[in-house]
C-alpha cells in the first residue's frame, strides 16, 4: 500500500471469513462484558472453544506473514477494539475543530508509544466491512427523495497521512509533513494530542490535519450534496497524493512497521483509527431508519509483535537496530 520507507501491506484477500469475522467480535464482546447479560445472543462453550482455535490459527498466520514468530514477552492476546457510530446533523459539518474531533477524537500516534519501544511490528484484522457513502432509505427511493434525504455513514478508517501510495510520487508538502514528524519525535512526543501546543500551527495539528485532508478528499463530493455550504480547506491546494486511507474489509489483514533501520520509531508510521459518522438530514435525527442505519459498528483485532530483548539485550540498541534491519529487510524482499 506504501513506498518505503513505510512499509505497509494488506492482504490481497481475507484471511479468515466473515462467519468467523462476527464469531470472533461476538467472543470478544462477551469476554469485555464478563459474561454478564447483554441483548445479544451468548456464545456456548462450544463456540468459545471455536473462537479460541480460531483465534490460534490467526495468531499462526501472522506470525507467518510478518515473519515474526511469538515469544513470550508479547501480548498473549491481540488488542480488541469496537467502533459505534456517532451521529451527527449537517449544522456539525462548519465547525472545522467539531468535525475533526467527530472522525479523529484520539489524533494520530506511532505504536512505539506508552513506552513500548520494541514493539516493531503492528498488525490489523479487520472484522466488518465499512465503507463511506449515503445508505438508501427504500421508501424515499421509491418516492424520489432527493440525495439530501438519504444517511450519510463515513469514517472507519486508519489513516496513515504519511504514507506515500504504489501509484504516486512523493510531493514537496509530504517533505514537510515528514520534518513535523521528526520534530514531534524528536521532542518525545509520539502522540499528537500530547503535543501541549494547541494552536492550529502546532506539529500535533498539523498531522491530524493531513489525516482529515485524506478523509475529506474522499467524500468532499458527498459532503458537498449534504450541504452547499459546505466548504473544507484542504492544506494543499491540489488532491494530496500522499496518504493512505484503509477501509475495512472483513477478514483483511494489514501489517506495517514502527521501527526504521535505525531502530527508532519511523514518522511515516504515524496513524490513527477514524471514528464511524453518521451524518443526518435536518430533522431527522428521530427517524426511526436513519438510526437504524446510524447504528454501524467497526471491529478491529490489533496484533503487536516485539523484537525478543534476548536477541539483542547484550548490544543495546545498536543490537535492536540490526534486528530491525533485517527485519524490515525481509518484508522488502518477500513483498516489494
Not at 482455535?53 to 507467518?64: F, G, N, Q
Not at 488488542?79 to 459505534?84: F, K, L, P, Q, S
Not at 431527522?284 to 503487536?304: C, D, G, P, Q, W
Amino acid at each position: 500500500l506504501s513506498k518505503p520507507p513505510l512499509l505497509l501491506l494488506q492482504s490481497s484477500a481475507p484471511i479468515i471469513s466473515k462467519e468467523s469475522c462476527s464469531l470472533l467480535s461476538q467472543y470478544f464482546d462477551q469476554l469485555k462484558n464478563n459474561g454478564a447479560d447483554t441483548y445479544e445472543r451468548q456464545l456456548d462453550q462450544v463456540q468459545m472453544n471455536m473462537a479460541e482455535a480460531l483465534l490460534s490459527d490467526i495468531h499462526d498466520v501472522v506470525d507467518m506473514v510478518t515473519n515474526c514468530p511469538r515469544h513470550d514477552g508479547e501480548m498473549k492476546m491481540p488488542r480488541y477494539v469496537r467502533y459505534d457510530s456517532t451521529m451527527m446533523d449537517t449544522n456539525e459539518l462548519f465547525d472545522p475543530k467539531t468535525f475533526g474531533n467527530a472522525v479523529l477524537p484520539d489524533g494520530l500516534h506511532v505504536d512505539t508509544n506508552n513506552g513500548k519501544l520494541f514493539r516493531h511490528v503492528t498488525a490489523i484484522l479487520y472484522l466488518t466491512n465499512n465503507c463511506d457513502g449515503f445508505s438508501m432509505n427504500v421508501e424515499s427511493y421509491r418516492s424520489n427523495e432527493p440525495m439530501e434525504e438519504y444517511v450519510f455513514g463515513a469514517g472507519g478508517g486508519t489513516v496513515f497521512p504519511l504514507a506515500v501510495p504504489m501509484n504516486e510520487n512523493q510531493i514537496d508538502e509530504h517533505n514537510n509533513l515528514v520534518d513535523v514528524a521528526k520534530r514531534l519525535l524528536a521532542r518525545g512526543i509520539q502522540h499528537t494530542k500530547a503535543d501541549n501546543s494547541v494552536n492550529v500551527t502546532s506539529y500535533g495539528c498539523i498531522l491530524e490535519k493531513s489525516a482529515l485532508d485524506v478523509f475529506h478528499w474522499d467524500n468532499s463530493k458527498d459532503l458537498s450534496i449534504l450541504s452547499g455550504q459546505f466548504n473544507y480547506q484542504f492544506s494543499s491546494s491540489s488532491k494530496p497524493n500522499n496518504g493512505v486511507r484503509v477501509m475495512p474489509e472483513a477478514g483483511k489483514l494489514i501489517y506495517f512497521h514502527n521501527v526504521g533501520d535505525d531502530g527508532m520509531p519511523e514518522p511515516l508510521s504515524f496513524h490513527g483509527g477514524e471514528e464511524l459518522i453518521a451524518i443526518l438530514p435536518d430533522g431527522h435525527l428521530e427517524n426511526s431508519y436513519a438510526s437504524r442505519v446510524a447504528a454501524m459498528t467497526k471491529s478491529i483485532l490489533v496484533f503487536f509483535k516485539e523484537i525478543p530483548m534476548r536477541t539483542f539485550q547484550d548490544v543495546g540498541i545498536k543490537g535492536f537496530a540490526v534486528e530491525s534491519e533485517k527485519s524490515r529487510s525481509w518484508t522488502k524482499k518477500t513483498y516489494y
